[in-house]
């Protein structure tokens, strides 16, 4: 038996299971219910927003034999016979096929021939703007003045194509963008139907990359079940399937921003391209991150347009005040440009990554806002270097070599012995991860091994993508299972994520050196 996509399988067939056009189904019901029936609509929103299936209701509400308060009753012949395409008096019609007079001229000239069952003669024109000017001249007079038993749907997503003549002979409804929490909803409704375990996490994330079509999200909820078909569903798989980003990584590229810091972002830039994510989709989500920093800076009361969970809002609202306003702004601009060319680009690494060197660098630009960053960047160098002055006079007046003794930062001291099995990882280290699948390698392959309380080992990771990526509970579960492989013992793991070499050095000891001067004095 053939497999029949979600968006096809749960294609609504009442008003009642039509999502977030509420407005619509409510209108539509009471001229049902009062006999008011309209002589031409059109349906006009975004793609996947429910225009061809409200279209297709309405066909068959209008000719049931047992209508309901819901529609159609799906059950009478009509309405079979509607729903199996095998009925004359619902015709359905592309446009973007069939947009020539002589196309229209037909249906006007079938228009004149009464139903031969039913009471009405439905034609649902699908993507109407398509038509040539021709083409709308031959419908207009149909349109305007058509027989009692005629009914026009025309549905489109650029109404502003559509001669003024069409829309004033129209009723016109306007199909808004489904809300995430509607697509999240109907989608949990959906897979405990199908009985296939989902995070809700994993189905807001398919939700809000929808962005508002419903069908969008069936076809994605499809595409990641496929990928991991027999598993539960989860959000790290989900971002893995579409090729997302996790919103972690944000953080630390703003951090890098702010820093001035152009080789933090490019290595972070390539962690996530070496980790297969989609640019296109990482230049929208980061442009999602800030534009919710700046409406957490403009008020306090958007938690129902910005769309995180209270944790996440908690952190945005910590973020924002590292960050000024002008800044997001220049921001912005400059990721929502990116954005309308990076589709199109066969380099878009590169374009990604000299956007970064211009938030990085605001004299690339002559924006207003990038003149403010620009005074803001000089007015901290100045701040830092009157710092500097006042901690170095008092030193000045000591000898050279105290002045030395004052600057060196105390590294830490190893207060136990290590044990066996981790020496032997530390002196493995290289094999080990070359035995370890990517992603996963590619991450440990720069890390830094260093012992923890309770003789953990202590695994060091530059933050970024692969802080987030080796933290996660599933992930660091493989790591301990591949070095108790290794040395016949379990081993405890800890993640720790440092800014730099010198950061690790101040804040551990340094294994592969103790180690080594171990093994050095065995060989003497």
Same mark, same amino acid.
């Given at each position: 038996m053939s497999y029949t996509a979600l968006y096809r399988k749960f294609r609504p067939a009442t008003f009642a299971e039509v999502k977030g056009q509420d407005h619509i189904v409510t209108t539509l019901r009471n001229q049902l219910k009062a006999g008011r029936i309209g002589h031409a609509y059109l349906f006009t929103g975004t793609r996947g927003t429910g225009k061809t299936s409200v279209a297709k209701i309405l066909a068959r509400a209008v000719n049931c034999e047992n209508p309901t308060e819901d529609g159609p009753c799906g059950e009478c012949k009509t309405c079979k016979a509607i729903a199996a395409g095998a009925s004359m008096n619902v015709i359905e019609i592309d446009a973007a096929s069939n947009n020539g007079v002589d196309n229209i001229r037909e249906i006007v000239e079938e228009v004149s021939y009464s139903p031969a069952e039913g009471r009405y003669k439905v034609y649902i024109i699908d993507e109407v703007h398509m038509l040539s000017i021709g083409a709308f001249n031959a419908l207009l007079k149909t349109l305007e003045e058509p027989p009692s038993y005629v009914i026009f749907i025309l549905a489109t997503t650029d109404v502003h194509k559509l001669p003024i003549t069409i829309l004033s002979r129209c009723q016109r409804y306007d199909f808004k963008r489904i809300s995430i929490d509607t697509i999240a909803d109907r989608m949990r409704e959906l897979v405990d139907r199908e009985q296939v375990q989902v995070e809700d996490k994993a189905l807001r994330y398919i939700a809000k990359t929808a962005d508002g079509s419903m069908r969008d999200a069936l076809s994605l909820l499809d595409q990641c079940i496929a990928f991991h078909l027999g598993n539960e569903l989860t959000y790290d798989m989900a971002l893995d399937v579409l090729g997302a980003v996790d919103t972690g990584v944000f953080s630390n590229l703003l951090r890098y921003v702010?820093?001035? $810091?152009?080789?933090?972002?490019?290595?972070?830039? #390539?962690? %996530?391209?070496?980790?297969?994510? #989609?640019?296109?989709?990482?230049?929208?989500?980061?442009?999602?991150?800030? !534009? +919710?920093?700046?409406?957490? =800076?403009?008020? /306090? $009361?958007? #938690?129902?347009? %910005?769309?995180?969970?209270?944790? +996440?809002?908690?952190?945005? @609202? /910590?973020?924002?005040?590292?960050?000024?306003?002008? =800044?997001?702004? !220049?921001?912005?601009? %400059?990721?929502?440009?990116?954005?309308?060319?990076?589709?199109?680009?066969?380099? @878009?690494r590169v374009m990604v990554e000299i956007a970064l060197i211009k938030l990085c660098k605001p004299e690339m630009q002559e924006s207003q806002e990038a003149v403010l960053d620009r005074i803001r960047q000089v007015e901290e160098q100045v701040e830092k270097a009157q710092q500097g002055a006042f901690s170095l006079a008092p030193m000045t007046q000591n000898a050279g070599s105290s002045l030395a003794a004052s600057v060196q930062t105390e590294r830490p001291k190893l207060e136990r012995a290590v044990p066996e099995e981790i020496q032997g990882i530390v002196r493995s280290w290289s094999g080990i991860v070359n035995e370890i699948s990517y992603p996963m390698k590619s991450y440990l392959k720069g890390a830094?091994?260093?012992?923890?309380?309770? +003789? =953990?080992? %202590?695994?060091?990771?530059?933050?970024?993508?692969?802080? $987030?990526?080796? #933290?996660?509970?599933?992930?660091?579960?493989?790591? /301990?299972? /591949?070095?108790?492989?290794?040395?016949g013992k379990e081993v405890k793991v800890i993640i720790r994520a440092v800014t730099d070499e010198q950061d690790f050095e101040n804040h551990y000891v340094d294994l592969s050196q103790v180690i080594r001067m171990d093994i050095e004095e065995e060989d003497e």
């Open positions: 702010l820093d001035r $810091n152009v080789a933090g972002c490019i290595t972070l830039l #390539e962690e %996530i391209v070496m980790q297969g994510r #989609e640019l296109t989709q990482f230049v929208t989500d980061f442009t999602w991150y800030l !534009r +919710n920093l700046m409406l957490v =800076q403009v008020s /306090e $009361n958007l #938690e129902d347009v %910005i769309d995180v969970s209270s944790d +996440n809002l908690a952190r945005l @609202k /910590e973020e924002a005040q590292a960050v000024s306003f002008d =800044q997001l702004v !220049r921001y912005i601009h %400059i990721f929502s440009d990116l954005a309308g060319q990076i589709r199109y680009s066969a380099q @878009k830094r091994l260093s012992l923890g309380s309770d +003789n =953990q080992l %202590i695994v060091a990771i530059r933050d970024g993508v692969g802080i $987030n990526y080796m #933290e996660d509970e599933a992930h660091l579960a493989v790591l /301990e299972q /591949e070095l108790a492989n290794f040395c």
